[in-house]
């Protein structure tokens, strides 16, 4: 039986011509050492209410309990750059200034699937896109595509950190790439500009508690009087530490129609959202990453902005 890896070179042409920023490989591993780092940071409550962080501990961690005869791990970054909506009173991270991520990303994960199966038949492959409980992450920098800067985000030295990453787990076996080395270097600029303070002093550990994208998204409950005066005026998510990434000086816009502006939702002011009954929201929001929040959230978000104020 012929165990030699495959050569990933036409997989990552393929990848190219659907869209993808970056492809990397890794063999499949149990992550030991990532493992220990988890349960310390979910045993410091550093998750906040995001409890579904402690779930499937074992799926997160062994790719051979989340996808049994998993070899490789196929890992793809994909560009939503946009240049920040000028004049605007309050804010949204730009991952969300177009439509949802995920029915995009799965769509073309989907076709990069559908090759392998043409090329290589009968095989196992599943796509994740943010919506399962895997450390994309950390699999980006084994296979070779980012390395995992001091604000815990991806980056890659030619495009930045404005990207989505989507990961394949395939029982074929294909050759690896080199895990890629950090160029953070002494810079501490992500730090110094949280205006939270969720990330720690010496980078590499975020408190999403206190992290915005966090307060904005994830929180359910009120938002804690303690971060009044300090979210600025973001109501969704947050680009802070990434707009003040050296490396986000190479990233360069998106060229997928899905990811462009929409003007209907960027350029809304205070008034705007507080005006807006939930119909409405619904309708603004339907093929937004804005829906996450909700309503009643999203107005939450603005009254506490509008506070700080």
Request: glycine residues 4%.
């Amino acid at each position: 039986m012929n165990t030699t890896p495959l050569n990933a070179s036409e997989l990552k042409a393929i990848a190219k011509e659907i869209g993808f920023l970056n492809i990397g490989i890794a063999k499949a591993k149990k992550l030991d050492r990532e493992a220990k780092h988890l349960e310390t940071w979910l045993t410091n409550s550093y998750h906040g209410e995001m409890s579904y962080m402690e779930r499937y501990f074992d799926q997160r961690i062994d790719p051979e309990v989340m996808m049994p005869g998993t070899k490789s791990i196929i890992t793809l970054s994909f560009n939503y750059f946009q240049e920040k909506a000028e004049n605007t009173e309050v804010q949204i991270a730009r991952y969300a200034y177009g439509k949802d991520y995920h029915l995009t990303l799965k769509q073309k994960a989907k076709q990069l699937i559908q090759w392998l199966e043409t090329k290589y038949g009968n095989i196992q492959a599943r796509a994740f896109v943010d919506s399962a409980p895997v450390m994309e992450r950390e699999w980006a920098k084994r296979s070779g595509i980012a390395w995992s800067g001091r604000n815990t985000l991806s980056i890659h030295p030619k495009e930045g950190s404005y990207f989505f990453l989507v990961c394949i787990f395939t029982d074929l076996s294909f050759q690896e790439d080199q895990a890629m080395a950090d160029y953070c270097g002494t810079c501490r600029k992500c730090i110094e500009a949280c205006p939270t303070e969720a990330i720690h002093p010496d980078g590499y550990l975020l408190d999403a508690s206190k992290c915005v994208s966090y307060l904005t998204i994830e929180l359910k409950n009120e938002i804690p009087q303690e971060f009044l005066g300090k979210m600025k005026d973001w109501i969704f998510g947050c680009d802070i530490c990434q707009e003040v990434c050296p490396w986000n000086r190479f990233a360069k816009k998106t060229i997928e129609p899905d990811f462009q502006k929409n003007e209907a939702i960027v350029h809304m002011n205070t008034k705007d959202w507080l005006a807006l009954e939930e119909e409405s929201f619904n309708i603004l929001t339907k093929a937004s990453p804005l829906k996450r929040t909700k309503w009643k959230g999203l107005k939450r978000n603005v009254i506490f902005v509008k506070n700080n104020c």
